[in-house]
């Protein structure tokens, strides 16, 4: 899939969007473009992720998200957190004690 290109006319030369890391103008004159580092997808699934690790319920996290289940949220984004059981057990042990 292309990555979507903008040009400076669109935009102005005055906004500088190179400065905020977010990407590139390449090119000169009217074939200048401006080349993203990141496409929306990969903005969505960090949210989505950085949601579920510092805590929000599933639920909200889903419903933010627009999936219809709950288990299809956690299918893809449970996966990018693997300290999610290691934090869980220290809960339980802060709870309980150890044995």
Known sequence: MPVPTCTPETFGESWRRRESGIGEWE??????VFRPKYRLYELRHTGATNLLKVGVHPRVASEWLGHSRVAFTMDVYSASLPDMQEEAAEKMEAMYGSA
């Open 27 to 32: 090119g000169e004159g009217r074939r200048k």
